[in-house]
């Protein structure tokens, strides 16, 4: 992947709002010819579980090439998320992940951890 963007939302109720709208722009700076609506929505619920679970400090890191983008998003909490059965109070964020992404998954990074997918 040759193209990379990165953008460190301010936390707090706004932040998921503010990743989609980077989300959008990198998408277009870079004429990505793929689904912008589901990369934009797996940011905005990457960006969402990290507000909640985690404490709400995050940053997005975008990776695009050969028709696919990895989404990134790292925070503070070592805690890794976990799928949850559906009609769980909040649970929808995984699920839906892992149902628009091609793959996805948890690394450790320093203290916190990255939840990553890639979208064709």
């Not at 939302?9 to 998408?27: D, I, N, V």
């Not at 992940?97 to 948890?106: E, H, K, T, Y």
């Amino acid at each position: 992947m040759n193209l990379v963007a990165e953008y460190s939302p301010p936390g707090g109720a706004g932040s998921a709002g503010l990743a989609r709208e980077f989300t959008r722009r990198t998408l277009a700076a870079w004429g990505y010819l793929g689904a912008h609506d589901d990369v934009v929505l797996a940011v905005s619920e990457l960006v969402a579980n990290a507000a909640r679970h985690a404490g709400g400090t995050s940053t997005v890191r975008l990776a695009g090439g050969a028709g696919r983008v990895r989404v990134e998003v790292a925070d503070d909490s070592p805690v890794r998320p976990h799928l949850r059965p559906q009609g769980t109070d909040g649970g929808w964020g995984l699920p839906l992940i892992d149902r628009l992404a091609r793959c996805w998954g948890v690394v450790a990074h320093g203290h916190g951890k990255v939840v990553w997918c890639e979208l064709a």
